[in-house]
């Protein structure tokens, strides 16, 4: 049976890749961006199935017409992908103001302004599947990509506390969290600060030994069957990882973490009172 998704920042990388497979395989999808000329070809393919939707996720008024249009078009909406999002290459102390925020601004409220449009609409429903596109670096740091780290560590706790509150009302809530991928990440659509030359150290170990080498990243391509057996699941995950780094890395960060937090067990239950 076809669902009708909605999902954003769908001219490349995933957006666009799960966009082609979606509609390849019978669903209705609306995808938004803030260019739609990247979507004639779709258009043209699919004429009755797709709709293409100029959108800016940090503009909330823009955010609940796109949805509220989407709703209208096809009577329905089954599943919604906060795709949209980008990264900030810096160390902490080279951060620019302007960047920062507005990595906030679209990695952070962006995705919160699309989940409260949506979210009247799937109560109303009775049923719906929110999915966000996190990161293995919403559950665990890499230096010189903090404030992106934040940005996904901030969404991972929004949408787990999310997923507690709608759960009553038929949605589920997953975060995909992938590691390294062919995408545009690091290259054109990523932000990169002014670099402090006592930070260059740091910045050339980053692939090299703490993250993933370049030429280990994943292709795009196969993340294909994972998106579409997950919005075909009946109980989907909170969270899923995509690549094979993720949990092995997750394992080691979490299994390092807990035995400083059993060192410092003591004094933490000394300070109770």
């Given amino acids: 049976m076809s669902k009708t998704i909605f999902i954003t920042g769908a001219s490349k990388g995933f957006g666009r890749i799960w966009t082609n497979a979606l509609l390849e395989r019978g669903d209705k999808v609306v995808a938004t961006s803030r260019t739609i000329h990247a979507y004639d070809d779709l258009v043209k393919k699919y004429p009755d199935t797709f709709l293409p939707l100029t959108l800016d996720i940090t503009h909330k008024q823009a955010v609940n017409e796109a949805l509220a249009q989407a709703k209208a078009h096809f009577g329905s909406l089954d599943v919604v992908i906060n795709n949209a999002g980008y990264g900030l290459f810096g160390a902490v102390e ?10 906030l601004d679209t990695n952070v409220l962006g995705t919160l302004f699309v989940t409260q449009a949506a979210l009247p609409i799937l109560r109303a429903q009775g049923h719906g599947h929110i999915i966000q596109l996190s990161s293995v670096l919403g559950v665990w740091s890499l230096p010189i990509l903090g404030m992106y780290n934040a940005s996904k560590f901030a969404v991972e706790g929004l949408s787990e506390a999310l997923a507690h509150e709608v759960k009553g009302f038929g949605i589920h809530v997953t975060l995909v969290e992938p590691n390294g991928y062919k995408t545009e990440f690091g290259g054109g659509s990523a932000v990169r600060s002014n670099p402090i030359a006592a930070y260059d150290g740091v910045r050339e170990q980053l692939f090299r030994t703490e993250g993933m080498p ?3 990243y994943g292709n795009p391509e196969a993340t294909i069957p994972a998106l579409l057996q997950l919005i075909d ?17 997750t394992k080691e960060e979490f299994a390092g973490k807990i035995a400083e937090w059993e060192l410092w067990n003591d004094v933490a239950v000394a300070a109770h009172g």
């Avoid at 699941?233 to 890395?249: D, E, I, V, Y």
């Fill in 233 to 249: 699941a009946q109980n989907p995950p909170l969270r899923l990882f995509l690549g094979n780094l993720g949990l092995r890395k």
């Fill in 214 to 216: 370049a030429e280990e």
């Fill in 94 to 103: 080279e951060l620019e103001e302007a960047d920062a925020r507005a990595i």
